[in-house]
């Protein structure tokens, strides 16, 4: 199982983007957090961002889209050459669909989950899948603290997705730091997003191979 870090960049300075995602150099991908203020109650920022970010940056782009009337926007995202997309399932209406779409169109489809929303009503759904992504914190603000509640879900989680079968990353975003991610490593997380705990250290690049090393001592992982 691999372990990659994805900062986001909600902490950061957004006005200046590109110059911030230079400043982690170490990670494995970007992490973009797209809000309408209707999805949750927070407005960040759209497509022609992430479109701007594209232009100035070869990293793996890994965009959250906490919106509304997400099959129709989606796509966009995955043509703007985002590489991971991920929808929240309880913004859609056809989540087999789009997760086809998204794949079709060249981007990894990953379905998000509120921190109350369970896993095991869609399992079937788990083979049209590249990612599940848990929120571990309530989605709409960066630097909450994490939910230990949410631990059992993660193995639960990693449960299902090994029966599943493939590569299918599990996810975690919320309240990701040095005091927590070796929590959700043991229970079989291995993709990590992190907001706070980067932006907010004083050498984030640092931070991304400390978080890094953490999550693979934990898991005994390569």
Not at 131 to 155: A, W, Y
């Amino acid at each position: 199982m691999g372990i990659r870090i994805t900062p986001s960049v909600l902490n950061a300075d957004l006005a200046n983007l590109n110059a911030e995602i230079a400043r982690i150099p170490s990670c494995d991908a970007v992490h973009l957090d797209v809000m309408d203020n209707r999805f949750v109650p927070n407005l960040t920022f759209g497509l022609p961002v992430v479109e701007r970010v594209r232009s100035g940056t070869d990293k793996m782009l890994d965009v959250h889209l906490m919106i509304a009337e997400v099959d129709r926007w989606a796509p966009g995202y995955a043509e703007a050459g985002a590489e991971s997309v991920t929808f929240h399932i309880e913004a859609s209406d056809a989540p087999v669909k789009l997760a086809r779409q998204l794949r079709s169109l060249g981007a990894r489809a990953s379905m998000g989950l509120r921190p109350a929303t369970p896993i095991e009503p869609y399992e079937d759904l788990l083979g049209e899948l590249d990612m599940v992504m848990l929120m571990t914190v309530e989605p709409g603000f960066g630097g909450q603290s994490f939910l230990d509640i949410m631990l059992p879900k993660i193995r639960r989680t990693r449960a299902l997705l090994d029966k599943t079968g493939g590569d299918i990353w599990l996810q975690v975003d919320g309240g990701i730091s040095a005091e927590t991610i070796e929590r959700c490593a043991e229970a079989g997380a291995d993709t990590f997003v992190a907001g706070s705990a980067v932006y907010g250290a004083n050498d984030p690049d640092a931070m991304v191979r400390e978080l890094g090393r953490m999550a693979k001592a934990a898991t005994k992982c390569c």
